[in-house]
Every structure is written in C-alpha cells, then in structure tokens.
C-alpha cells in the first residue's frame, strides 16, 4: 500500500478540467500566474512505496526566476528517489523547478552517468469572456480561466451531464449519462478569442460535434413540415473510388516519402 508522510505543512491543489480540442494563434508573449502554494527553504516531505521498496524525499531549495523562452516564478525542488534491493540503497537525485501558479514543471536537472537537462513550457493560463446569449447559459458575459497545454489541448470549460437518448440534461449519476462542455468557444475574431496579459489568441475548434434532440412527429406537423414517404437511399453505384487509375477521379499513385515531416499539425519543424 504506498503511504504519503507529511512531515512539515504542505498545501495542496486539485483541478478537474473538461477538455475542448482547440488550436491557438498567438500575435505575442505575455505570461500571468494563478494563486499557488508558499513554500520556503527548509520544506520537505517523504512519499513511501511499499510495494517497490522506493522512498521518495522532496527538499525545498527555494523560491528562484527560471529564464527560459519566458521567466518564471518557480520553487527549486531537490527530489530523492531510494529503491532498496536487500541490503542496497540506489538513490537517484533530481532537481526541479515547478512554476509558482500551478505547479507545472518548468525545468529538471538529473545525474545519472551525465547531466541531463530537460526545460518546459508549462500550460498558458488564458482568460476567456463568454458571450452574451441563451446558449452560453449563467456563463453568459463571465470571464473563465482556461489552460492551453500544447496543440489541440484547450482546458477548462465547465460541463454537463446529459442523456444519450433525448440530449436532456441529467444527473451525471444517470446510467449512461455523457459529460459534454456546457458550451463551445465560437471561432469568431472578435468573440472567439482568449487573452493573456496584452497578447490575444484566436481560438479556432479542430472539431466539434452536433448534438440532436428527439421530438415526436407532432412536432413537425404543427410547425407546418411533412414528412416525406417513398424515398429510397443512395446505392454504391454513383461512388467513384479516387484511388483507382482508371477512374475520372483519380488522385494519382501515392508518393514515396524519404525525409521528416516539414509541418507536424500545422507546426512548422524545418
């Protein structure tokens, strides 16, 4: 069973996020920090596994500026890892830098044979202001904080649950309940975007989905719709396969590649 021993006060942090798939252009760089923990030099605590024989000790260094594509408020953490075999201690020693706002790593230092450096980027914390209308809910008109962890990764819209079945919403106790955001950010240049200190983002969704609610056939038929009778679905036949030489749609053979990718999700590498 692995334990956790406290042994001087320690804070601690917990985040739920929901995800929304989101990619963001910057024009800029800026940075802003949430409320995070104090700690101060001298501060550690021990974490044992039983279930490997492995302590592991954190030792606060302090409070320093870590300069890397950006400065950072950090906490300097010396980290010990033990593994005992038998009568043998191997213990393999860290250093950390986690930033001051919500404890991402900022930069790690390990010896093992040679020194290894390894430096992040933590998560951007960006302020979002929710439209006005019936769609965005009580959000309507409120400013949230979201995360931006890399491509794609955009956290921290609120959700709900709601029923597979009508689209209703339940109980997220509900048997079969789904968690969905309570609502999406529009690609929209004006209200579509997020901001971090001066710099602004455009946010633009990678994909998003259309939820349908069941109605009964009354409810067409008093909003003056009929329903067709008679149709017949679509055969193969009018399907053209783009990969077939002799077809009018032919995309041509497919190419060889022999060197890295230039541009990995919009990314540009080389």
Known sequence: MDQALPLRALAGIAAVAVVLSASLFANGAARADANGPRWTAGDYWVYSRTSDNQTTRYDVVGPETVALSQAYAAFHLR???????GSTDVTVTTDEWIREGDLAIVKSVAVVIATQ????????????????????????????????NGFGDLHGIPGKCVSLASNAPVSCETAGARY???????????????????????VKWLDREIRLAKKDVSVCSGAGLSLPSGVALPTSASLKDPSNASSDVYVGTKPIVTSAPRVIHGEVKY
């Open 79 to 85: 980290k010990s890892v033990t593994t005992t075999s």
């Open 117 to 148: 450096t390894v430096t992040f980027d933590p998560p951007l914390d960006v302020n979002f202001t929710v439209p006005s209308g019936a769609a965005y809910g009580s959000y309507a008109g409120r400013t949230i904080v979201l995360q931006y």
């Open 180 to 202: 969905v955001p309570e609502f999406i950010v529009p690609f929209d240049q004006t209200l579509g975007t997020v901001t971090r200190g001066s710099t602004t983002y455009l």
